[in-house]
C-alpha cells in the first residue's frame, strides 16, 4: 500500500508550489508526488503525469491531490477518474476538503463538489464574455496599452525613414526590435491601403 501525490498547473507561469507544500507536510516525499503542467480541461488520461501515475497504482494504493479542481475541470471526466480508482481499489483523497473515495459518503460528496466545480467555472467564463461584450459596446479598447504611444510611434517611423535600423530605434525607444517590426509594417500596409 503505497501513496503517490499528484499535482498540476494550467502553465508554465504558474507554481505548483502551495499543492507541493500540502502534499509534503501529508508526508510525501518529492519522488512520491507527480506533476502535470497542462489545462485541466484535458481528460485525466491524456495528461503524460497523470496517466504515468495511474499505470504506476496498485490495488490499495492511495492517490492524493491538493484541491479537487487539480484533477481536471470537468465533473464528467474527474467522475470518471473516481470510478477508475475505485474498480482498481484506489483510494482517492483531497486534501483541502479532506474527503475520501474509500466510503460511499465520500464518493458522493466529490460528485457533488466537482458539479459545482464545474458550474463556478461557467458563470465565470459568462460573466467574463458579458463583461468583455459591455466595454466593447461601450467603445474601450481592451488588451494591453501599446507600449509607445502616437507620438513615440511617430518617431520610430520618422527613424527608420531616415536610415536608422529597427535595432537602434528599439535600442532609443527601449523596446524589443518585434515592436518596431511592427510599426513599420503597419505603417507600410496603411500606405499600401491608401
Do not use: W
Not at 507544500?21 to 489545462?39: A, F, K, P, W, Y
Amino acid at each position: 500500500m503505497k501513496r503517490y501525490g499528484y499535482a498540476r498547473v494550467s502553465t508554465e507561469g504558474q507554481t505548483n508550489d502551495p499543492q507541493l507544500l500540502s502534499l509534503r507536510r501529508e508526508g510525501l516525499s518529492d519522488d512520491m508526488i507527480t506533476q502535470d503542467i497542462i489545462s485541466g480541461s484535458v481528460p485525466a488520461m491524456s495528461r503524460p503525469g497523470m496517466s504515468s501515475l495511474l499505470k504506476m497504482l496498485e490495488a490499495g494504493d492511495s492517490l492524493i491531490a491538493a484541491k479537487l479542481d487539480r484533477l481536471g475541470r470537468d465533473t464528467v471526466d474527474v467522475i470518471g477518474l473516481i470510478r477508475i480508482l475505485n474498480e482498481r481499489c484506489i483510494n482517492l483523497r483531497i486534501l483541502n476538503i479532506g474527503v475520501e473515495t474509500n466510503t460511499p459518503n465520500g464518493r458522493l460528496f466529490l460528485t457533488i463538489l466537482a458539479a459545482f466545480a464545474e458550474f463556478e467555472r461557467e458563470i465565470i467564463k459568462e460573466r467574463t464574455l458579458a463583461g468583455l461584450e459591455a466595454a466593447r459596446a461601450a467603445g474601450k479598447r481592451l488588451g494591453r496599452r501599446p507600449k509607445l504611444t502616437i507620438r513615440q510611434r511617430g518617431h520610430a517611423l520618422t527613424m527608420s525613414a531616415s536610415g536608422h535600423t529597427n535595432g537602434q530605434i528599439a535600442d532609443i525607444l527601449g523596446v524589443s526590435i518585434s515592436t518596431i517590426q511592427r510599426i513599420t509594417a503597419q505603417n507600410t500596409l496603411q500606405k499600401a491601403a491608401f
